[in-house]
């Protein structure tokens, strides 16, 4: 047993894979190809199809489906009803399920409640998708997007605060909280520096970031009883 809490109402189908100390909560439905890391919050009404890859500490909020070919890495945030889709074109009268388009979010990025993200898209590491934002191209590392579609408004720190840094040209700046450094340099926003920014427990050190491959999360016998 790895400490994983499945409320009654939840469905896991045979074959799932969920690491130890995550929780699944009410009218969730995780198909049996998932593969879901250590750590991790399912929120009500969440579902994951079967080819989705999800990794430690990711927090999954209300009303959220994670479609097949969609990638999770290291302490995602998925806010409250966000959208992922996997079809650029879909229409019911055609089948494309050979036409997936891959989505990747990278470690410690955050999708703001009811944000919608198209497929085929790579989200830079920890990247601030602002509530109801509509993401339709790939998204740079710390940066923070806001608007339908979405545009490049500022940079955000691992800690999520707005960082003092202009869109383009070259800068540097400090986490107002943490006092992590950032430097921008060729249209990247780089950390220079620590500061005290401490990752929580439940996440995976700095190399881990391909979850795809290097993912740690095993079949486990899933517990009837859920902890009030």
Not at 39 to 49: A, D, E, I, W
Not at 53 to 80: A, H
Request: hydrophobic letters at 40%; aromatic letters at 6%.
């Amino acid at each position: 047993m790895n400490d994983v809490s499945v409320h009654p109402t939840a469905i896991v189908d045979p074959g799932a894979s969920i690491g130890a100390g995550s929780r699944i909560w009410h009218w969730v439905h995780v198909c049996a190809g998932a593969r879901i890391g250590r750590q991790c919050s399912l929120g009500q009404n969440v579902f994951v199809g079967n080819d989705v890859v999800i990794g430690d500490n990711v927090k999954v909020q209300n009303n959220v489906s994670i479609y097949d070919s969609v990638r999770l890495e290291d302490d995602v945030f998925c806010g409250p009803s966000m959208v992922f889709t996997n079809v650029y074109n879909p229409r019911a009268a055609v089948t494309r399920k050979t036409e997936y388009r891959p989505t990747l979010v990278r470690r410690g990025a955050t999708l703001g409640a009811n944000c919608t993200v198209v497929c085929g898209i790579t989200i830079g590491e920890n990247a601030f998708v602002a509530a109801g934002a509509v993401i339709n191209r790939d998204v740079l590392p710390f940066a923070l997007m806001a608007g339908v579609p979405a545009r490049h408004i500022g940079w955000m720190s691992r800690h999520g605060e707005r960082l003092d840094l202009p869109l383009s040209g070259e800068g540097e700046t400090a986490c107002p909280v943490t006092g992590e450094r950032y430097r921008l340099l060729g249209g990247q926003c780089l950390r220079t520096g620590m500061g005290s920014f401490h990752p929580p427990s439940g996440s995976m050190p700095e190399r881990r970031r391909l979850i795809p491959l290097r993912i740690v999360a095993q079949r486990v016998a899933l517990s009837p009883v859920f902890p009030p």
